[in-house]
T-cell receptor, first 112, second 112 residues
Framework: GAVVSQHPSRVICKSGTSVKIECRSL??????MFWYRQFPKQSLMLMAT?????????EQGVEKDKFLINHASLTLSTLTVTSAHPEDSSFYIC????????FGSGTRLTVV | GEDVEQSLFLSVREGDSSVINCTYT??????LYWYKQEPGAGLQLLTY?????DMKQDQRLTVLLNKKDKHLSLRIADTQTGDSAIYFC????????????FGQGTELSVKP
C-alpha cells in the first residue's frame, strides 16, 4: 500500500535555529501533501496544503514566513520551522493522497 | 466553523466491546473517517463510511452513521489490549478543498 515516510522522528533544537522536516511518498506520486500540527492531548490542526510546483496554501493563523513549505518534486515536501521558539514545540504530521491518509509517522519537535 | 466532537476517554476490559462516539456539524460531508494513533506515531486509517450509508462492518469494527443527528460511532468488538490508542473521527469538508476536520480524539484504555 501507499507509504509516506517522514523524518526526523524526533528533534531537539535551540531557540532561534531552524529545523527542516521531510515528508516523502515512497511508492506513489503526491502532487498534494498536507501538514498538520498536534499539541499534546489535542487533535490535529491542518497548517497548510503543499502543492507540487506552486506555493503552499496556508490555513488562517499560520505564519507562512515561519513555517516554510517546499514541494519541489512529486515525492517530497519539506516543512521548515524558522527561528524556532519553545512554543513551536509540537508533533508535526504530514499526509498525502487526498488527505484521507496516508500519514507519516510524525516528528516530535522540542525547542529548548 | 465546522466542528467535530468526541469524548476524551474510554476505559474497557479486555474482551468487552468498545463504543466510541463522535458528533459533527457539516451536513455536506461525503465521507467520515476513523483513525487510530498509537503513542508517538502517525495516524492509521481504520475505516470510513460514505454519507449515504447507515452502517459498515469490517471484521471487529462496526461504524454506525446517523446522518439526521450527525452522529458517528465506532464499535470495536472483543477489544484487545493492542487496541489501546487514541481514536480520531474526521469529516471531509467537500466545500473546503477536501480538507479533513478532526475531532479531539478519544483515548481508549483496555484493561486486562
Amino acid at each position: 500500500g501507499a507509504v509516506v515516510s517522514q523524518h526526523p522522528s524526533r528533534v531537539i533544537c535551540k531557540s532561534g535555529t531552524s529545523v527542516k522536516i521531510e515528508c516523502r511518498s515512497l511508492d506513489f506520486q503526491a502532487t498534494t501533501m498536507f501538514w498538520y500540527r498536534q499539541f499534546p492531548k489535542q487533535s490535529l490542526m491542518l497548517m497548510a496544503t503543499s502543492n507540487e510546483g506552486s506555493k503552499a496554501t496556508y490555513e488562517q493563523g499560520v505564519e507562512k514566513d515561519k513555517f516554510l513549505i517546499n514541494h519541489a518534486s512529486l515525492t517530497l515536501s519539506t516543512l521548515t520551522v524558522t527561528s524556532a521558539h519553545p512554543e513551536d514545540s509540537s508533533f508535526y504530521i504530514c499526509s498525502a493522497r487526498g488527505g484521507t491518509g496516508t500519514f507519516g509517522s510524525g516528528t516530535r519537535l522540542t525547542v529548548v | 466553523g465546522e466542528d467535530v466532537e468526541q469524548s476524551l476517554f474510554l476505559s474497557v476490559r479486555e474482551g468487552d466491546s468498545s463504543v466510541i462516539n463522535c458528533t459533527y456539524t457539516d451536513s455536506s460531508s461525503t465521507y467520515l473517517y476513523w483513525y487510530k494513533q498509537e503513542p508517538g506515531a502517525g495516524l492509521q486509517l481504520l475505516t470510513y463510511i460514505f454519507s449515504n450509508m447507515d452502517m459498515k462492518q469490517d471484521q471487529r469494527l462496526t461504524v454506525l452513521l446517523n446522518k439526521k443527528d450527525k452522529h458517528l460511532s465506532l464499535r470495536i468488538a472483543d477489544t484487545q489490549t493492542g487496541d489501546s490508542a487514541i481514536y480520531f473521527c474526521a469529516e471531509k469538508e467537500d466545500n473546503q478543498g477536501g480538507k479533513l476536520i478532526f475531532g479531539q480524539g478519544t483515548e481508549l484504555s483496555v484493561k486486562p
